[in-house]
């Protein structure tokens, strides 16, 4: 396993649309720990393989529950009910802001061995799961941020959860 590389704004690798995974083979089994290793070794919650530099529909997310490997990942439902929050990324060090995402959302994928999941999450783990599965299509946060934030307030607005 390796720590890669996290590719930052400005990098062309994070505007493109991401390729479908054809076949779980050992180069995706190795950038799927790679991407894990890579996240556990950052402050963040969620790592798409764009990030990486891999332009393949991968991503990893732990909020806090465990590690999820998603492959080729779709949203197949969604909340009506959207809240708002703060959103950063590791490809745009430093800068947070509000975000509005659905609550809750379904999403099915692919994991490593090949079988087919479909979760539904709420919160967080939504929230992380809309803004990876965003990468896959070249997207970023900050093209959806309604009022970016300063460090003071964020620290502010986390003390304030729960
Ligand atoms: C997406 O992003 C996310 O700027 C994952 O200096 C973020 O983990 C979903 C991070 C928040 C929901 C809520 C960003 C760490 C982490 C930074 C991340 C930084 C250190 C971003
Ligand atoms: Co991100």
Request: contains cysteine; glycine residues 8%.
């Given at each position: 396993?390796?720590?890669?590389n996290?590719?930052?704004?400005g990098d062309e690798?994070?505007?493109?649309?991401?390729?479908?995974?054809?076949?779980?083979?050992?180069?995706?089994?190795t950038?799927?720990?790679?991407?894990?290793?890579?996240?556990?070794?950052?402050?963040?919650?969620?790592?798409?393989?764009?990030?990486?530099?891999?332009?393949?529909?991968?991503?990893?997310?732990?909020?806090?529950?465990?590690?999820?490997?998603?492959?080729n990942?779709?949203?197949?439902?969604?909340?009506?009910?959207m809240?708002?929050?703060?959103?950063?990324?590791?490809?745009?060090?430093?800068?947070?802001?509000?975000?509005?995402?659905?609550?809750?959302?379904?999403?099915?994928?692919?994991?490593?061995?090949?079988?087919?999941?479909?979760?539904?999450?709420?919160?967080?783990?939504?929230?992380?799961i809309?803004?990876?599965?965003d990468?896959?299509?070249?997207?970023?946060?900050?093209?959806?941020?309604?009022e970016?934030?300063?460090?003071?307030?964020?620290?502010?607005?986390?003390?304030?959860?729960?």
């Open positions: 396993m390796a720590i890669r996290i590719i930052k704004i690798s994070l505007t493109k649309k991401c390729r479908t995974v054809d076949r779980i083979d050992q180069r995706i089994i950038l799927l720990d790679d991407m894990a290793e890579t996240l556990y070794n950052s402050e963040g919650i969620g790592l798409a393989a764009p990030q990486v530099g891999v332009l393949k529909r991968i991503a990893v997310i732990d909020a806090g529950d465990g590690l999820l490997e998603l492959i990942p779709e949203i197949t439902g969604a909340s009506d009910d809240i708002e929050d703060c959103e950063g990324c590791l490809s745009v060090p430093g800068k947070w802001g509000i975000v509005k995402r659905p609550r809750s959302v379904t999403v099915r994928a692919t994991d490593r061995h090949g079988n087919k999941t479909e979760i539904t999450a709420e919160e967080l783990l939504a929230r992380a809309c803004h990876e599965l990468h896959l299509d070249g997207h970023l946060f900050i093209e959806k941020v309604t970016f934030i300063d460090p003071e307030e964020l620290e502010e607005r986390k003390s304030q959860r729960q």
